[in-house]
């Protein structure tokens, strides 16, 4: 897209823009219905990715389909949170012990994002959405860091 953007209007855009970029093209994905959340959804997703990448003081190749899939769960993620759906809890918390302990720099990531989440949106989130976030900045990471 920048590369476009540079080629038609004859300015080159930062590089940061990108994401802001992809971002709303994820969105234009989405039901009609939601789109006029679009701006609220794309600022909860832009908000995880700034807090995984200080975290972890990493930068994301954005070509990565580690990246693409863990923004297409921040787009989901995000939607659910501003629509305030969330999942229902599960009796079954074995996977959430395992994915907490065995990930646990990722967890403990989750960790700081569900503060953020919880203090300015109010939204709690449930111990499956941490278990799916987890496994996701894992994987992010993980083949970001390789």
Same mark, same amino acid.
């Given at each position: #897209?920048?590369? !476009?953007?540079?080629?038609?209007?004859?300015? /080159?855009?930062?590089?940061? %823009?990108?994401?802001?970029?992809?971002?709303? !093209? #994820?969105? #234009?994905?989405?039901?009609?219905?939601?789109?006029?959340?679009?701006?609220?959804?794309?600022?909860?997703?832009?908000?995880?990715?700034? !807090?995984?990448? $200080?975290?972890?003081?990493?930068?994301?190749?954005?070509?990565?389909?580690? $990246?693409?899939?863990?923004?297409?769960?921040?787009?989901?993620?995000?939607?659910?949170?501003?629509?305030?759906?969330?999942?229902?809890?599960?009796?079954?918390d074995d996977?959430?012990?395992?994915?907490?302990?065995?990930?646990h720099n #990722?967890?403990?990531?989750?960790?700081?994002?569900?503060?953020?989440?919880?203090?300015?949106?109010?939204?709690? !989130? &449930?111990?499956?959405? %941490?278990?799916?976030?987890?496994?996701?900045?894992? /994987?992010?990471?993980?083949?970001?860091? &390789?």
């Amino acid at each position: #897209a920048l590369d !476009l953007i540079e080629k038609q209007c004859k300015v /080159r855009l930062p590089e940061d %823009e990108a994401g802001f970029i992809a971002l709303h !093209l #994820a969105n #234009a994905q989405m039901d009609e219905d939601v789109m006029h959340n679009m701006y609220e959804i794309t600022k909860v997703m832009q908000e995880v990715v700034n !807090l995984v990448k $200080y975290y972890f003081h990493v930068d994301f190749n954005e070509d990565d389909v580690y $990246y693409y899939r863990f923004i297409t769960h921040l787009k989901f993620f995000a939607k659910r949170l501003v629509e305030k759906n969330t999942y229902t809890e599960d009796d079954n918390d074995d996977l959430w012990y395992v994915i907490k302990e065995k990930y646990h720099n #990722a967890y403990q990531c989750v960790e700081k994002i569900t503060q953020f989440i919880q203090k300015k949106y109010g939204h709690v !989130l &449930s111990k499956e959405e %941490e278990l799916y976030l987890t496994i996701h900045i894992e /994987r992010v990471i993980n083949k970001t860091k &390789s």
